[in-house]
């Protein structure tokens, strides 16, 4: 399948911020650093925390909302009910792959030309421009694979991975058309809903302590499909992500030139940024801001 979309002078490019309770104060120090997120129209905030909530906590940290738009996760669940599908009993990764499936729907749900779906642990600090003459810019982690992902692309889309690097980067872009070509593919190919096409045809794989005894498992990243369908779809253009990944706060310190992005790796979230929810904002929030500021600046 071959085909690019035609630069058009009123392209709608969004960002959409997929916003669980946990990472808003995540999103109140990524979104400091938004400028350098280059071409984006207006950003939508997909949650299922209240509107009435979160508006005065951004406006807290100095976020100007009047660019953004508000879908509340119910949505989802009442337009797309075959999210619930993708939790398993028994799964000791909870809902993880219940939450791929609404990121999935809401790229089907809204209306765009491109968007670039972020997960608000991660922010560039290197201009980063999602549509780039006119073609996407997807970021990669160059020469980088998940083996747990193995097996998903031939099962699902029976195509082979596209390329040796990876989308995992929280930051990926998408055409709408790509994503209304998959639906239409998806449906052809498995001859059931979109949704259930995909996880039906997960591979499983099996657990080990202590996580499991050899109970199958299905491993997947709607990243690594969308990214990969893409280049199937058509050409695409890459620019690298060099993450600096800090599991613990003290950490950030030791940030160096060498990376173009943050990203929170703090396995303990109680260890991570927290709010102080009484005052509406989070902990330690100045120092934060300030010291990634000096350190990108030197």
Not at 79 to 104: M, T
Not at 111 to 127: G, Q, R
Request: aromatic share 14%; charged share 20%; glycine share 6%.
């Amino acid at each position: 399948m071959h085909g690019v979309m035609a630069q058009r002078s009123n392209m709608s490019i969004v960002r959409i911020v997929f916003l669980a309770r946990y990472r808003i104060p995540h999103a109140c120090l990524t979104m400091q650093f938004d400028h350098y997120l280059e071409g984006v129209d207006r950003t939508v905030i997909a949650t299922p925390v209240p509107k009435q909530e979160l508006w005065p906590i951004f406006e807290r940290h100095g976020i100007d909302t009047s660019g953004f738009d508000y879908v509340n996760d119910e949505i989802i669940y009442q337009h797309y009910p075959e999210v619930n599908n993708w939790v398993f009993a028994g799964d000791y990764r909870g809902w993880w792959l219940r939450q791929q499936a609404i990121k999935l729907a809401y790229l089907d749900y809204l209306d765009y030309d491109v968007a670039v779906m972020h997960d608000p642990d991660t922010f560039m600090v290197e201009p980063y421009r999602c549509w780039k003459d006119g073609q996407l810019n997807m970021l990669i982690l160059p020469d980088t694979t998940h083996g747990s992902y193995d097996g998903v692309l031939p099962a699902v889309l029976g195509i082979p991975r596209q390329t040796p690097h990876c989308f995992v980067t929280e930051l990926v872009a998408v055409m709408k058309q790509d994503c209304v070509n998959l639906k239409q593919y998806l449906q052809a190919r498995h001859n059931c809903h979109w949704l259930d096409a995909i996880i039906d045809h997960v591979p499983g794989m099996p657990t080990v302590p202590p996580w499991g005894n050899g109970e199958l498992v299905k491993w997947f990243s709607e990243y690594e499909l969308l990214g990969n369908w893409a280049m199937y779809c058509h050409p695409v253009l890459t620019q690298p992500q060099c993450r600096f990944e800090y599991d613990n706060l003290d950490k950030i310190g030791n940030y160096t030139q060498d990376y173009n992005c943050f990203a929170d790796a703090i396995p303990d979230l109680s260890q991570s940024l927290q709010m102080d929810w009484q005052a509406g904002r989070v902990k330690d929030f100045d120092y934060y801001k300030t010291l990634i500021n000096t350190l990108i600046a030197q």
